[in-house]
């Protein structure tokens, strides 16, 4: 049988008709409705008239006849970021403890996709949103479409609009990990990376320069590139034109891979010739050689905390101004920066943690420091 209608305006009337059924069997099929069972042959029937027609339920309209989707958007930028798929991983857990289904979509870091998909999330009729904002030059163009209903930050502030927010103070980490490496003794730092637009990035380049400045050292900056494959070649620039750093910070830990690769290729021994440090720890981090000394960023706790605000907006447990919080996020030292194991490691050269008085900056306004570690912004 062909048909000529296109995806997108066939109607359940249309998919009743092909099937030889009533358009409540299809409705209970296609939307999952209980009620009066629907025998598995005719099901079958339908759910092979409904793709072979491109039949598509009109989500929006069954919304407006007053039941909740039940359904929350989660934006995020790479698939492929360790750091994404963790935080994903713990949003969608909360989702499903509570019923519901989490909706995921990655924008890979363009703004345009990322406008669409918000778009596209809203006409499926999302009940919240949770966004790992996508680098941009100026205010987010799409507040007008994140109006109406909860929406939480996860990672990075939406620029120019006012929500819930979960994420780490990237400065003082990163003021952190290159005072690490000053502490060693190393006057010659760079700092590698690539988005000098994306905030995290901004931030950590901040937090870098401070430290330098503040021990009297020339910072060696060189975020530059588009993507996290360009790092290797960021680092053997820095290597082929004789700036020769003794110690180096990678701004995530997919730059760090690129550095470790860069070494490598120039027989340039970590830690001996090239202390290293970075971003964002993983699981196996530990078990390489040398074991890595890298800012642990609690990717799943960003992302347990961030949904767990939008469902107290959601259930109405919470209907105040936007919220700030800010998570510890501690380095833990190991080897490829130059420390021994830690049986061995000197006093001043072991794991630092963020503290209340560190993260009190007057910029980021008041914060509370929390039992478990986290620290709230109040205003």
Known sequence: MQHSKRPGTVTLRDVAKAAGVGVMTVSRVSNQVPGKKVSDATAARVRAVIESLGYEPN??????????????????????????????????????????????????????????QIAILRQRQVEG??????SRKGPHPSGARLEGIPVVAVDRPIAGYKSDSVMIYNRASARQVTGHLIAHGHRRIALVGYGARIHTVRERIRGYRDAMIAAGLDPIVDVIGADASTAAEQMRQLIAAGVKPTAVVGTNSMVVHGIIQAARQMRVEIPGDLALAGFDDFPWAGFVSPALTLVHQPSAEIGRRAAAMLFERLRGEFEGPPRGVLLAAPLIVRESCGCRPAEERPPGLDAVHLTGSELGRPSLGRLQVLGNGQIERLS
């Not at 949103?129 to 996508?134: D, E, R, S, T, V």
């Open 59 to 116: 989500h929006v309209a069954r919304n407006l006849r007053g039941s909740r989707s039940g359904v929350i958007g989660l934006i995020i930028t790479q698939v492929s970021d360790p750091f994404c798929a963790e935080c994903a991983r713990a949003v969608e857990a909360e989702a499903r403890a509570l019923g519901y289904v989490t909706m995921l979509v990655a924008s890979d870091e363009d703004p345009a996709l990322e406008e669409r």
């Open 129 to 134: 949103l949770l966004i790992i904002p996508a």
